[in-house]
């Protein structure tokens, strides 16, 4: 029995669906596209979407199409806050020692979460944004993320069926086990073109304590600069002692940190 068809679906979950699809792909989807990805029959759909355009977590635009509207993204605007406005000011700092591309990331379920970003200047591919989800072995925050996890939480993740984003992306199980082990060894992990072609990344973890990583802050540049991303270790260290006695007295709450 297909979601659809289902009498246990309630309206939250039916509403949940909708939103749902805006989560990736197109800004912008028809009626039709949101009740088919949400599986919904379209009078269903049609309601619940009116609904949702006139409290504002949708907007309807000239041409008939739904977008996320702005009271929903101002509401959004409040998920993680209390980590964000506790780390910008370091965040800031690593952006004005490195200028390059900075950002901060919590392991939400198998993905890495974005919770805030700095931009260079630079005409770096972007792979991600403020909210935006990336595979954890494919970023260099998420690696780190991973490497410093129990060890249950690294084998359920390595037993999934992994991304491949480009073809640099490493989803040989085997070397992403002795990828993980290193990180930890070393405390710090990169990539090169794993996420998006003409991009490298480095990171390192957010400590709450030796064996755990409440966080990752990394860098994201050109992948010309590959070779000397290990330059930057110093000041990302540096900013991640400073940030983690704010992390610790500011616990993450409402997130997902242990599931996979």
């Given at each position: 029995?297909?979601?659809?068809?289902?009498?246990?679906?309630t309206?939250?979950?039916?509403?949940?669906?909708?939103?749902?699809?805006?989560?990736s792909?197109?800004?912008?989807?028809?009626?039709?596209?949101?009740?088919e990805?949400?599986?919904?029959?379209?009078?269903?759909?049609?309601?619940?979407?009116?609904?949702?355009?006139?409290?504002?977590?949708?907007?309807?635009?000239?041409?008939?199409?739904?977008?996320?509207?702005?009271r929903?993204?101002?509401?959004?605007q409040?998920?993680?806050?209390?980590?964000?406005?506790?780390?910008?000011?370091?965040?800031?700092?690593?952006?004005?020692?490195?200028?390059?591309?900075?950002?901060?990331?919590?392991?939400?379920?198998?993905?890495?979460?974005?919770?805030?970003?700095?931009?260079?200047?630079k005409?770096?591919?972007?792979?991600?944004?403020?909210?935006?989800?990336?595979?954890?072995?494919?970023?260099?925050?998420?690696?780190?993320?991973?490497?410093?996890?129990?060890?249950?939480?690294?084998e359920?993740y390595?037993?999934?069926?992994?991304?491949?984003?480009?073809?640099?992306?490493?989803?040989?199980?085997?070397?992403?086990?002795?990828?993980?082990?290193?990180?930890?060894?070393?405390?710090?992990?990169?990539?090169s073109?794993?996420?998006?072609?003409?991009?490298?990344?480095?990171?390192?973890?957010?400590?709450?304590?030796?064996?755990?990583?409440?966080?990752?802050?990394?860098?994201?540049?050109?992948?010309?600069?590959?070779?000397?991303?290990?330059?930057?270790?110093?000041?990302?260290?540096g900013?991640?002692?400073?940030?983690?006695?704010?992390?610790?007295?500011?616990p993450?709450?409402?997130?997902?940190?242990?599931?996979?």
């Open positions: 029995m297909n979601a659809r068809q289902s009498p246990g679906r309206v939250t979950s039916k509403v949940m669906a909708i939103l749902s699809t805006f989560e792909g197109p800004s912008t989807r028809t009626l039709t596209q949101i009740a990805a949400a599986d919904l029959p379209l009078p269903t759909a049609f309601r619940l979407v009116n609904e949702l355009v006139e409290w504002g977590a949708l907007d309807k635009d000239e041409s008939g199409t739904y977008l996320v509207g702005m929903l993204w101002e509401v959004a409040n998920a993680g806050r209390q980590l964000r406005d506790t780390a910008r000011p370091f965040l800031q700092d690593l952006f004005s020692l490195t200028q390059e591309t900075s950002h901060l990331a919590i392991r939400d379920g198998h993905e890495a979460l974005y919770i805030d970003r700095i931009y260079s200047s005409r770096v591919p972007r792979a991600s944004r403020v909210g935006g989800r990336l595979p954890l072995h494919a970023t260099a925050v998420g690696k780190v993320l991973l490497a410093f996890e129990e060890p249950w939480v690294r359920a390595i037993a999934r069926d992994l991304e491949t984003p480009t073809q640099y992306t490493h989803v040989n199980k085997t070397r992403l086990v002795g990828e993980l082990a290193t990180i930890r060894q070393q405390g710090y992990a990169t990539t073109e794993e996420v998006r072609a003409g991009s490298c990344s480095i990171a390192v973890p957010v400590l709450l304590t030796p064996e755990q990583a409440g966080a990752a802050i990394g860098l994201v540049m050109l992948s010309s600069q590959a070779q000397q991303m290990t330059r930057y270790l110093p000041p990302l260290r900013i991640a002692r400073r940030i983690a006695p704010a992390l610790r007295r500011r993450l709450t409402g997130t997902n940190l242990t599931s996979i």
